[in-house]
């Protein structure tokens, strides 16, 4: 399976390759700046996996059958927030 990247995700290609995937990016793809839609139909057409931080994209994927990972912000807090927990274990969160 190879990825497709969406655009605010292009600077993570060498990191992916890095872990063995294959990668393209949506403006590798001649798709920078175009509608939801049509990534998510080139995604589908190509077989790509699409990798994005939008949920209209995600949500179009879901409604394709698209293969896709959605990245929110909320999965970026609880991964930051275990990673701080796991290297600084004796620190305390305040209440807010």
């Excluded at 509608?35 to 931080?53: F, G, I, M, S």
């Excluded at 991964?79 to 927990?85: G, H, L, S, T, V």
Aim: proline share 3%.
């Amino acid at each position: 399976m190879r990825i497709l990247l969406d655009e605010m995700y292009a600077g993570l290609k060498e990191y992916f390759e890095t872990l063995g995937w294959k990668v393209i990016t949506v403006q590798e793809a001649g798709l920078q700046g175009s509608k939801d839609r049509e990534v998510v139909e080139y995604a589908k057409k190509h077989n790509l996996l699409l990798v994005t931080c939008d949920q209209k994209p995600a949500d179009l994927a879901k409604l394709l059958d698209v293969k896709h990972v959605l990245i929110s912000n909320a999965l970026i807090a609880k991964i930051a927030d275990e990673k701080i927990r796991e290297k600084y274990p004796d620190l305390k969160r305040e209440d807010p």
